[in-house]
């Protein structure tokens, strides 16, 4: 009798050890999972209007505009220059690949700027869009204007080709809607 108990404990131990080896994989699934997943849940689609008009990147681009709006004279803060509420993108060519830079805005404010469709790949070849991007985007957002944007030396021609992009779909967001 006492062989059986042996091997009834032998028994208890695996499934012991088979329990706390479940655990630590189901653990494991949850954090790979809270970890990995994506951000992009509360986000709106994309339901914008697109141009079909691209920004490209050229090398005789002047690099001192900074894109315009219909108030230049009026501050950040009382501009009166209104929007059509919605979702703007304007694809940017960056070499052979495409990238989108996506405006939301509502009637009176600039909501948000930023890159969709953005690649590894685009982000290896190009690692200063990004970081260009949220620059731009944080002091258009802040000021609600393309004026007076201070571009680092060091990325002036991606600034460049940024702001254009952003300007082109301001400038789309401002249009009148059609009756």
């Known amino acids: 009798m006492s062989a059986k108990t042996k091997i009834l404990v032998v028994k208890m131990r695996e499934l012991i050890y088979t329990a706390i080896f479940l655990a630590l994989i189901i653990l494991l699934i949850v ?4 970890m990995f997943s994506s951000d ?3 986000e ?3 339901a914008g209007k697109n141009t079909g008009q691209e920004a490209v990147l050229s090398e005789d681009a002047p690099a001192d505009e900074t894109g315009t709006e219909e108030n230049q004279t009026g501050s950040a803060r009382t501009q009166t220059a209104r929007y059509t509420a919605g979702v703007y993108t304007v694809p940017v060519t960056l070499g052979d690949s495409a990238v989108d830079v996506e405006v939301i805005v509502d009637e009176s404010r600039i909501n948000s700027i930023r890159l969709v469709n953005l690649s590894e790949s685009i982000t290896a070849m190009y690692p200063l869009v990004s970081p260009s991007l949220d620059e731009i985007a944080a002091q258009v ?6 004026e007076n944007i201070t571009c680092p030396e060091n990325n ?3 600034s460049q080709l940024l702001l254009n992009a952003i300007a082109q779909a301001l400038q789309n967001a401002s249009k009148m809607p059609e009756t």
């Open 40 to 42: 992009d849940a509360g």
């Open 141 to 146: 957002c802040e000021r609600q204007s393309l």
């Open 156 to 158: 002036k021609y991606t």
């Open 31 to 34: 954090l790979l999972v809270a």
């Open 44 to 46: 709106p689609e994309r």
